[in-house]
């Protein structure tokens, strides 16, 4: 019993047989087509006899429009033996061909499939090859691209999993029960999420500073035109800047809503941002949020200080201070340039 695949192959031959016999088709209307459609393919078609003489070629782009139509004065050494060979085997067994070949441009490498096909006469001796050539170096670039892509992406997801990680850990550290330690890290998930979100909407390239600090703070206040005043530089960070500074400001508006300026009607925070020459932050930035804040103040070790002196600063390979006292909060990062730059 024929299978599948060659009954759909009868079908396609006795298709292309219907639409070759139109009555109102003659042989230079169907020639004439095919020259077109070659043309707007892009594909370049070469026929040569069994001496691998030229009978006849059509659309020969470069780099194979050559004065022996072949492109071997083009080709190295190797890959013009390597086509050879493989026309000679098509030749000497029927069996088709299929090449893939990288060839230098001024540009980079331009890339070809090529196929060869015996051209057999009536009584099925091969007589002759067909070889066609197809540009693939766009799609090869998308391919080469996506594969980029998909490397960064797992890298990236990698690191955020490490921070998610990390921030587990340290928030059970600090929690003294279940409840704590889910408000908590559901918290900082979500402070991680929506800088990844800004992240993400740029291209992977980073975030604004502004934009960083006013997602953030915006999450704790019901007006954070009036109650967040930005000052001084806005520079771009990048992902991994954004990510860790995004988690610091978490840090930050959450302790004002509990304990400082933004627990109160009126209250306000104020972030500045500045390049800073000298020895102090190595020519990077200095970003410090400064609060007045009441009386009763928790100045105990938690997760959120550990964040803000330890975490972030040597995630960004920086530093960084908290001072706390009677009425008076004051953070102050340094950053140095490789997160950022400035637009």
């Known amino acids: 019993m024929r299978s599948k695949a060659s009954q759909k192959d009868d079908t396609q031959r006795r298709s292309d047989e219907v639409i070759a016999m139109h009555p109102a088709e003659n042989g230079m209307q169907l020639g004439r087509a095919l020259l077109h459609a070659l043309h707007n393919a892009g594909i370049s078609v070469l026929y040569q006899d069994r001496e691998m003489k030229t009978v006849w070629a059509r659309n020969m782009r470069p780099p194979w429009a050559s004065e022996t139509a072949d492109g071997k004065d083009l080709l190295s050494p190797a890959q013009a033996a390597r086509i050879s060979a493989a026309k000679r085997k098509v030749i000497e067994t029927g069996n088709a061909e299929r090449l893939e070949l990288g060839i230098p441009d001024s540009d980079g490498v331009r890339w070809f499939h090529i196929w060869i096909d015996a051209d057999r006469s009536g009584s099925g001796e091969v007589q002759g090859v067909v070889t066609t050539m197809v540009e693939t170096t766009e799609q090869k670039r998308r391919e080469q691209t996506l594969k980029t892509l998909l490397r960064e992406v797992s890298h990236r997801s990698k690191n955020l999993l490490a921070i998610i990680q990390s921030i587990a850990t340290q928030t059970g550290r600090y929690s003294e029960t279940l409840g704590d330690f889910l408000t908590r890290f559901r918290g900082r998930i979500q402070s991680l ?151």
């Open 193 to 343: 999420a929506s800088s990844q979100d800004l992240v993400t909407s740029s291209n992977w390239r980073g975030a604004a500073l502004r934009e960083l600090i006013s997602g953030q703070v915006g999450r704790y206040s019901a007006d954070p035109g009036r109650s967040l005043r930005l000052d001084g530089e806005n520079p771009y960070l990048n992902p991994n800047a954004a990510l860790h500074i995004g988690l610091a400001m978490h840090e930050l508006a959450v302790n004002s809503v509990s304990y400082g300026a933004l627990s109160r009607p009126g209250g306000r925070v104020k972030v500045s941002a500045r390049i800073a020459a000298g020895s102090e932050t190595s020519s990077g930035l200095l970003l410090i949020w400064t609060e007045k804040i009441g009386a009763g103040q928790r100045n105990e070790k938690r997760f959120g200080s550990v964040a803000l002196e330890r975490v972030v600063p040597t995630s960004l390979n920086g530093s960084a201070t908290l001072d706390i006292d009677e009425d008076h909060l004051e953070y102050r990062l340094t950053i140095p340039r490789g997160n950022f730059e400035m637009e």
